[in-house]
C-alpha cells in the first residue's frame, strides 16, 4: 500500500461521581477531553507518521470536609503532545517501530522528550 493515511480521534470521559471517600461526601473525579490527529506516508512496509494529542482535565472538587471545612480541589491538568514515529513490517506479523515524543504540560511544567523502540508480534 502506497500513499497516505489520515485518523482523528475525538474522545470525552466522564469519570465516576460520588465516589465514597472518608472526608468528602460528594468527592468526584471529574471529566477529561482529548483529540488525537495522525496523519502517516505508507512506503509499502514502511510507515512514517506525525500526530498531535492535545488532552484538558476540568477541575473537581468535592463538598467541603465536616472536619476540615475545605473542599478538595484538584488542577486543571492539560498536556500537549507531538509524536514522530516509524514503523517497518517485516514479516507480515512481525513489526518494529521506533519514534520521538514530545510531551508539554504546560508554561510552569517541563517538556519531556522521550525517544523509544519496539516491536510487536500480532497472534
Known amino acids: 500500500m502506497w500513499g497516505f493515511e489520515h485518523s482523528l480521534t475525538l474522545c470525552y470521559q466522564t469519570f465516576e461521581n ?45 463538598t467541603p470536609s465536616p472536619i476540615t ?25 512481525f513489526l518494529v517501530d521506533a519514534g520521538i515524543r514530545y510531551h508539554y504540560d504546560g508554561k510552569d511544567a517541563p517538556k519531556q522528550e522521550t525517544v523509544y523502540i519496539g516491536a510487536a508480534y500480532i497472534f
Open 18 to 62: 460520588d465516589v465514597d471517600h472518608p472526608l468528602f461526601p460528594k468527592f468526584t473525579l471529574g471529566d477529561r477531553y482529548f483529540f488525537d490527529y495522525e496523519i502517516a506516508k505508507v512506503y509499502g512496509d514502511l510507515r512514517l507518521s506525525l500526530a498531535h494529542l492535545y488532552s484538558q482535565s476540568e477541575s473537581t472538587k468535592g
Open 69 to 93: 471545612k475545605t473542599a478538595y480541589l484538584t488542577e486543571k491538568p492539560r498536556y500537549s503532545e507531538l509524536r514522530l514515529t516509524s514503523t517497518y513490517r517485516i514479516t507480515p506479523r
